[in-house]
């Protein structure tokens, strides 16, 4: 049974993703291998994420500008197409100033259990 919710949460992550595929290309194949590369590879990029993530505590802002970046192409995508090589340079941008400016600002410290 866990197998089973495991390999199903697998599957609503990829198909979750498939709004970010459009957003860069509208081919097919291309959309379709992307989503089985997401099925097959999604819970192994977690664990070697999962041990990292404290070290890139600004990662989350990054992604949530990468997400309006994204959903501002999908909705002005009839009035003005961005070419595929600035969107994907946008993309490596962002997440590369997150990147950088997590390791530059240390993560805040909580108080500590001794005092």
Request: no cysteine; proline share 6%.
């Amino acid at each position: 049974m866990v197998l089973i919710l495991v390999e199903w949460t697998d599957l609503v992550f990829a198909v979750d993703s498939i709004p970010a595929v459009l957003a860069v290309t509208v081919d097919p194949f291309i959309v379709f291998t992307s989503n089985v590369m997401a099925i097959l590879g999604l819970r192994s990029l977690y664990f070697a994420l999962a041990g990292i993530m404290e070290r890139f505590h600004l990662l989350h802002y990054g992604l949530a500008a990468i997400l309006v970046f994204v959903g501002a192409k999908m909705l002005l995508a009839d009035l003005y197409k961005v070419p595929t090589v600035i969107a994907l340079g946008v993309v490596a941008g962002i997440l590369i100033v997150a990147v950088i400016a997590s390791l530059l600002r240390p993560p805040p410290r909580g108080p500590s259990r001794l005092e």
